[in-house]
């Protein structure tokens, strides 16, 4: 069992940047890709970034490329993402997640975090 405790959400105005963070504990936590999703009011959760156990591959949504960046501490159980030139778009409620493959983190992952808000206003 991995548990997972997201935070560092909260609210910026657009172009500002924050960093999210979450913790994961549990015997094998180091051993999973981790991962981001979101999910805005009224619309669907949808994939944001994730990164391999050893950091080495890293995947992102398109519609955050270029802008926020994963990167994980393993020493510190603990992933990172880094959100710069944030927009409004950006307003969601973010997840941490956990799973054995990191190229399936972008449909699935076997452990959420509770969640943390991100607002972004215009």
């Known amino acids: 069992q991995v548990q997972l405790v997201e935070s560092g959400g909260g609210l910026v105005q657009a172009g500002g940047s924050l960093r999210l963070s979450c913790a994961a504990s549990?015997?094998?936590?180091?051993?999973?890709?981790m991962g981001w999703f979101r999910q805005a009011p009224g619309k669907e959760r949808e994939f944001v970034a994730a990164i391999s156990v050893g950091g080495a591959i890293t995947y992102y949504a398109d519609s955050v490329k270029g802008r926020f960046t994963i990167s994980r501490d393993n020493a510190k159980n603990t992933v990172y993402l880094q959100m710069n030139s944030l927009k409004p778009e950006d307003t969601a409620v973010y997840y941490c997640?956990?799973?054995?493959?990191?190229?399936?983190?972008?449909?699935?992952?076997?452990?959420w975090g509770q969640g943390t808000q991100v607002t972004v206003s215009s």
């Open positions: 997640t956990a799973g054995p493959s990191v190229a399936r983190m972008k449909y699935e992952a076997n452990y």
């Open positions: 549990g015997r094998t936590s180091s051993s999973y890709a």
